[in-house]
């Protein structure tokens, strides 16, 4: 049996107390199907989990609050909105983030609308997208192709990669702050502020905190550079 487990850390005790959130003999919420395939748990500062489960034919992210009663957020097939590019979501295999407010940001592709996105879902079930696949990139030419890799800050604000199709670019780093429009933070056109010039080649997110400033892994020119 598969099981996903919190650890509980006990200053006082300087040890952890174990607490099973969820496994393979029990039934998930919303189905009569036993869980399988548990995956990319991930814990807010409320102790809240969030996680990707089987049944196989219909994966979906289910939420465990602290007080233990669990529910089902969305899954596969679940319609997407048509604000956010219409569609169903298909694929939901990527380590999503929660804020403390239970704000859920995840990556998807989709079956029919736009064919996938950067999402964020609130804890009153509302989803929007941050991105779609082929809206207009911001901050220069082309347009988004795909998100896998991001990471969001405790408010809500989240900075991205995306590869870029039919720009000056082949892939950027992106930013869109709590409220506000998506914004370029660099691309692989960008000189790299390094000893010696060079430019960026890829990206990867690493952080995020509230106020916006943003770490990145990059790899410039021939070398590797943080």
């Given at each position: 049996a598969l099981s996903l487990t919190l650890a509980l850390n006990?200053?006082?005790?300087?040890?952890?107390?174990?607490?099973?959130i969820a496994n393979s003999t029990q039934t998930a919420p919303g189905s009569a199907a036993l869980f399988s395939g548990i995956a990319a748990p991930v814990v807010n500062g409320d102790?809240?989990?969030?996680?990707v489960a089987g049944p196989t034919s219909a994966r979906a992210y289910y939420s465990y609050p602290i007080d233990g009663s669990g529910a089902r957020l969305?899954?596969?097939?679940?319609?997407?909105?048509a604000g956010a590019g219409g569609g169903s979501f298909n694929s939901l295999n990527t380590l999503p983030s929660l804020s403390d407010s239970d704000t859920l940001t995840f990556a998807s592709t989709t079956t029919g609308g736009a064919g996938g996105g950067l999402f964020q879902r609130v804890s009153?079930?509302?989803?929007?997208?941050?991105?779609?696949?082929?809206?207009?990139?911001?901050?220069?030419?082309?347009?988004?192709?795909a998100s896998a890799q991001y990471r969001a800050s405790n408010n809500g604000s989240v900075v991205f990669q995306s590869t870029i199709t039919g720009g000056s670019a082949s892939q950027g780093l992106f930013r869109r702050l709590s409220g506000d429009s998506v914004v370029r933070l660099a691309d692989t056109s960008t000189a790299a502020p390094i000893t010696?010039?060079?430019?960026?080649?890829?990206?990867?997110?690493?952080?995020?905190?509230?106020?916006?400033?943003s770490a990145f892994f990059g790899a410039v020119t021939d070398n590797l550079n943080i």
């Open positions: 006990l200053p006082s005790l300087a040890q952890y107390s174990y607490t099973s102790g809240d989990v969030v996680f969305l899954g596969q097939t679940d319609s997407v909105p009153t079930g509302v989803v929007t997208s941050v991105i779609q696949r082929g809206q207009s990139a911001a901050g220069g030419t082309g347009t988004y192709n010696g010039g060079g430019r960026f080649l890829a990206f990867a997110p690493g952080g995020m905190n509230d106020s916006g400033e």
